[in-house]
């Protein structure tokens, strides 16, 4: 008699998808990377899937932080806040460098046609990874004499990585002409104009 096969649950589970789906990746790139394909090579349905990942972005960008190597931002003080900027965009322009341009157009095309514009906006300016690194940043600025204040409005903390997320869209890469013109031409003149409460 046929040994019953184990159910495989929790982090045995999520492990065979991910590899799944890195290997689909990998092989077939990202428009032809299916959840039925990855469901199949991992030996379970869509249904499980579905109930971790909603979509195929989310499925890809879990396998890519587990497999892809990528690394977290780390805000460096570089001794200017202008160095501090370019240094994190530099870091993010890596990143993106080790994506493959359609795993990336693929990824932002899908989660853009999920969310509607308020949603979008929404979600650029809850973004609390950039936001995290720009706060030390605009303390050390203020504490050098850089800018007036550290304490700078919301819309403004929220600036570079809506204007990220611009450029990625827009130009489908981020140079370092792009990098140094956004610190230059807008953040910095932005940050400055901020006057001490």
């Known amino acids: 008699m046929a040994e019953k096969k184990k159910r495989r649950r929790g982090a045995e589970l999520e492990a065979a998808i991910l590899t799944a789906a890195w290997d689909q990746l990998q092989a077939k790139g990202y428009r032809d990377l299916t959840i039925e394909g990855v469901a199949a090579a991992a030996a379970t349905t869509k249904t499980v899937l579905y109930r971790r990942w909603p979509d195929k972005a ?3 960008i879990a396998a890519l932080s587990k497999f892809g190597e990528m690394p977290s931002y780390q805000g460096v003080d570089t ?21 493959r341009m359609g795993t990336l157009r693929g990824i932002l095309a899908d989660r853009l ?6 949603q979008l906006m929404g979600k650029a300016n809850t973004s609390h990874t ?4 720009i706060h030390p940043m605009l303390d050390r600025a203020a504490a050098r004499g850089e800018i ?9 903390v929220t600036l570079p990585g809506v204007l990220l997320i ?5 130009q489908r890469q ?4 792009a990098q ?16 001490a409460k």
């Open 174 to 177: 981020l140079t370092v002409a």
């Open 130 to 133: 950039v936001k995290e690194l």
């Open 79 to 99: 001794g200017s806040l202008r160095g501090d900027l370019l240094d994190l965009f530099g870091q993010m322009a890596a990143v993106l460098a080790k994506l």
């Open 148 to 156: 007036a204040s550290a304490d700078q409005p919301e819309r403004v």
């Open 58 to 60: 989310r499925l890809v």
């Open 180 to 195: 140094v013109a956004i610190v230059d031409e807008i953040l910095l003149p932005v940050f400055q104009s901020v006057a």
């Open 166 to 170: 611009n450029e990625v869209i827009g």
């Open 113 to 118: 046609d999920k969310l509607d514009l308020g």
